[in-house]
């Protein structure tokens, strides 16, 4: 029976429990955070048969991805690459509106978000290409080029609609150029222009933008003799300027007491203060949380603050060590391998999910403005939760198919 279960629950062990704990602690918070959704639909358990069925097949999705050898990932670049430009630029065309921005796309009877698929794409594309030119001093300056050249036109499609992920995706690959050696000179350049842009970026958005105090556009209809005023190219291409000039001017708002704080126009960060300040050392307890009922994305973008509010300091700690035990792990299982192409990838895939988990908390606690970014394998979701444990099955399966180096393998044996 033991036998049948490892057979099945192959790979490291230690990310396998990662894996399980950070799924526990998702089933058990977003039915705690889902209590809005079950108040509209009058559905108490609803939600959450829902979100677990989610964690299951996205388990099974894990499990099928790790019985795949890491050889076979090469040859899926390319088809990968054609489905995430088709499906972004389809996305932009003819996507559903979520928040005011085009993200999903329906198709035959269900819903998914291109940018999840094409996230491990550019990080597959990106080791693929930082593995084919390496030499023996580092990467070659021609794989600067190429990654940028799959890159930004892609971050750009992604970045449209949803900046922060398109940023976050962005800094995946810069890290992973750095893990890959590519030159210090050129990466030095590429982050100066990108600082240039950023700044040239937020005065555009302020310009262009008008205060929407940070919150999803809405469409208005008002009864009026004059005809809308018609947008200018500028203003349709950034029609989301208004959201991230909102959130701009909100982030860099200088503190105010607790009288002063407009809890209507502030409502997400004001009420995620309040979960983390009552929170205390151990927490309230699993579901029994108060500003899950004032919290608009409680079970998604701020379901860390719920966390904190639920199981405390110590309960927020045991989040934070889970994805640097992640990272960590996978570190190991690239210094282990004998091929360029397998570390950069396990690398890659870990770095996308620790840096949005490290952002979403952020976001949670304060330290950066208001995104849409969930907390990976832990807030509720469809696509994004699925890709997510297609993701950690890559790791996995790296770690047991890819060839271990002579001298790891001596010390394993060893040990």
Known sequence: MNKKIGNIFKGDKVIWMVFFFLCM???????????????KSHNYIGPIIYHTGTIIFGVLVAVITLNIPCRFFKLMTP??????????????????????????????????????????TIVLATAQILSAMQRENGADKKAFK????????????????????AALLFAVVILMMFIGLVPMRQLGKLIGILGLFVVLAVGMVLLVGHDNNGEPEVAKTEQT?????KKSKLEKLLHRADTWKGRILKFG????????????????????????????????GPGQSVERDFLSQAFSDFIYAIVIEELGILGAAFVVFLYIILLYRA?????????????????????????QAAF?????????????????????????????????????????SAKVKKEAAVTKNIE
């Open 25 to 39: 602690i998702s089933i058990v918070e977003v039915f705690s955070a889902s209590s809005n959704l079950t108040y």
């Open 79 to 120: 088809f990968l690459l054609f489905i995430s430009a088709l499906t972004l630029l389809w996305v932009l065309i003819g996507g559903q509106t979520i928040n005011g921005a085009n993200r999903v796309i329906s198709l035959l009877g269900f819903t998914f978000q291109p940018s999840e698929i094409a996230k491990g």
């Open 146 to 165: 190429w990654i940028l050249w799959i890159t930004i036109p892609t971050c750009i499609l992604i970045g449209l609609e949803n900046l922060s992920t």
């Open 225 to 229: 003799d004059q005809q809308p005023k």
């Open 253 to 284: 708002k200088d503190d105010v007491t607790p009288q002063e704080y407009d809890l209507d126009k502030d409502a997400q960060v004001a009420h995620a203060n309040i979960a983390i300040v009552s929170s205390n050392i151990i927490g309230k």
């Open 331 to 355: 570190a190991r299982i690239a210094s282990r391998c004998e091929n360029n192409f397998p570390a950069f990838l396990v690398m890659g895939l870990a770095l996308l999910l620790v840096v």
């Open 360 to 400: 979403n908390m952020m976001v949670a606690v304060g330290l950066a403005p208001v995104t849409g970014q969930p907390l990976p394998l832990i807030s509720k979701g469809g696509t994004s939760t699925i890709i997510n444990c297609a993701y950690v099955g890559a790791i996995l399966s790296i770690s047991r």
